[in-house]
């Protein structure tokens, strides 16, 4: 079993990259001209923050300070920037793209924290939030297929 410090980390490693995906989320409910794009990325935005918010009482319960910043390091980095350019274009399915990348990223994140031994309540509310990351990874997906087809079908 990893010791409190390490849970903490890991935690907030999380947060960072959830962070992340909120603020990518909503940057991309910004710059789309879909009005049911727009409505997915705010839910999608709002659901992200509050498993933020669970991570950040987590910690604060372990007695750590929890993160409350996105990451501005690695492939994260990159990927937000790579969002960014996507949207400069305004092209729907280039942030729908973009948005899959970035939960591709968070994916990895949320397994690489159930490789480690955590106790059995932290490991219960990553797994839980996988689920929601896989789920928005699905529901992307599906939408970037439909806007696609659209987009040969034009």
């Known amino acids: 079993m990893v010791d409190n410090n390490d849970v903490i980390a890991i935690l907030n490693d999380l947060i960072e990259t959830s962070k992340d995906g909120e603020e990518g989320f909503r940057s991309s409910a910004e710059h789309v001209d879909d009005a049911r ?20 009482a987590l910690v604060s319960a372990l007695g750590g300070v929890p993160v409350n910043a996105t990451s501005i390091g690695g492939t994260l980095h990159r990927r937000w920037i790579d969002l960014k350019t996507a949207l400069t274009a305004n092209d729907n399915l280039a942030v729908l793209n973009e948005t899959e990348r970035g939960e591709d990223v968070a994916m990895a994140a949320y397994r690489d924290a159930l490789e480690i031994d955590l106790p059995q309540e932290i490991r219960a509310v990553v797994m839980r939030q996988l689920e929601g990351v896989r789920r928005n990874h699905g529901l992307v997906k599906q939408l970037r297929d439909v806007f696609d087809a659209e987009a040969t079908m034009h």
């Open 37 to 56: 794009l727009r409505d997915f990325f705010l839910r999608r935005s709002k659901e992200v923050g509050e498993s933020v918010r669970e991570l950040q």
